[in-house]
């Protein structure tokens, strides 16, 4: 059964740092299109990074420049290495797998940047 479980999320100061980590229940992660989605309270999923199985990346506008996204296949993880956070940054952060068609989503990871 595939499964994304998502974890290293809390609460932050604006200007802070944190890494959330996304670890893959699957044969072979290397196979998989990986992001990360943020949805925040009474707003839409959005798309914060993307990292495919060749390891080319793209981030929202909102948070180039300050997050970046990383994988490890050998490890069966995903990171999302988060630095001057704000407070707009606070959601719950989600991993996703794709595989062709095929959309596995994690639980989520609540975020908060708050002083």
């Known amino acids: 059964q595939v499964q994304f479980v998502e974890f290293g999320g809390g609460l932050v100061q604006p200007g802070g740092s944190l890494r959330l980590t996304c670890a893959a229940s699957?044969?072979?992660?290397?196979?998989?299109?990986m992001g990360w989605y943020r949805q925040a309270p009474g707003k839409q999923r959005e798309l914060v990074a993307v990292?495919?199985?060749?390891?080319?990346?793209n981030y929202a506008d909102s948070v180039k420049g300050r997050f970046t996204i990383s994988r490890d296949n050998a490890k069966k993880t995903v990171y999302l290495q988060m630095n001057s956070l704000k407070p707009e940054d606070t959601a719950v952060y989600y991993c996703?797998?794709?595989?062709?068609?095929?959309?596995?989503w994690g639980q989520g990871t609540q975020v908060t940047v708050s002083s």
């Open positions: 996703k797998g794709t595989f062709y068609a095929t959309n596995y």
């Open positions: 699957v044969i072979n992660l290397s196979i998989y299109t």
């Open positions: 990292i495919t199985n060749g390891g080319s990346t």
